[in-house]
């Protein structure tokens, strides 16, 4: 069974850093896309960053790139979003998720990803 657990959310103020640690069991990373997606209240959940062992490929979306760091740990089974230069505007809850790369065909978890963190909140305040 797939687990994913994530920590490191909290507040800090704009500028500041957190990095945030999404605990896996259950899988190999070979085999999967792990992704970090973030929502707030009202919006939809979306994709932040991801990271595919397979295809040595990351991804990032547009607003934190150059601030965002995503990166593995295959002995620890760990994944982690470096997040650095904080806003504002990424005060969200963070959700890690990982998908079979046969059920996908980028290098990120689609939206109706089988598995899912219970997520943690980030709060940057100005």
């Known amino acids: 069974e797939v687990q994913l657990v994530e920590s490191g959310g909290g507040f800090v103020q704009a500028g500041g850093s957190l990095r945030l640690t999404c605990a896996t069991s259950g899988f190999a990373f070979a085999d999967y896309v792990i992704g970090w997606f973030r929502q707030v209240p009202g919006k939809e959940r979306g994709v932040v960053s991801c990271?595919?062992?397979?295809?040595?490929?990351?991804y990032y979306i547009d607003s934190v790139k150059g601030r965002f760091t995503i990166s593995s740990d295959n002995a620890k089974n760990m994944v982690y979003l470096q997040m650095d230069n904080l806003k504002p505007e990424d005060t969200a809850v963070y959700y890690c998720?990982?998908?079979?790369?046969?059920?996908?065909?980028?290098?990120?978890?689609?939206?109706?990803?089988?598995?899912w963190g219970r997520g943690t909140q980030v709060t940057v305040t100005s």
């Open positions: 990271i595919s062992e397979a295809d040595d490929d990351t």
């Open positions: 998720a990982a998908e079979a790369i046969y059920r996908t065909r980028t290098s990120c978890p689609p939206t109706d990803a089988r598995s």
